[in-house]
């Protein structure tokens, strides 16, 4: 795909509208790179204008981390639930089916943790989860 100015005007609004990216998710900002840089497919093309439609509309929303339910993934790698890190994945492991079980098994740790009233962290959802599972943890 060759770039034109309607492909880097778009990508300037989506980086204006969110934050110079901050607030898309990691995959999304690399679909907005390549884009820019002329690396798209027809398919990845439909896939950054739906993008650009979605952000300008003021409709995006990051996906879902491994489409669980109010986790998500920063540019830095740290898993975000509810909004708070419990967890740091390397990518581009963060995206292996192995990382996706991991990050199922943090989901279940957070719903347990938040039904225990025990503030979330990663100390909570990792360094201390044994303590916690045993009833031992005095937070």
């Known amino acids: 795909m060759k770039t034109d100015a309607s492909t880097c005007d778009k990508a300037i609004a989506i980086l204006q509208a969110t934050s110079d990216g901050d607030k898309l998710a990691p995959l999304d900002l690399a679909l907005v790179e390549s884009a820019v840089n002329g690396f798209l497919s027809e398919n990845g093309i439909k896939a950054f204008d739906k993008l650009h439609e979605t952000v300008v509309a003021g409709e995006y929303r990051q996906p879902w981390f491994h489409n669980i339910e109010n986790m998500t993934i920063d540019h830095e790698g740290y898993i975000h639930w509810k909004g708070i890190v419990v967890e740091h994945y390397e990518r581009p492991w ?40 045993k009833g031992e943890y005095e937070g």
């Open 94 to 133: 963060a995206y292996s089916e192995e990382a996706k079980e991991s990050a199922l098994e943090l989901a279940r740790r957070c719903k347990i943790l938040e039904n225990k009233c025990i503030p979330l962290s990663v100390t909570t959802s990792i360094w201390r989860w044994e303590q916690i599972e």
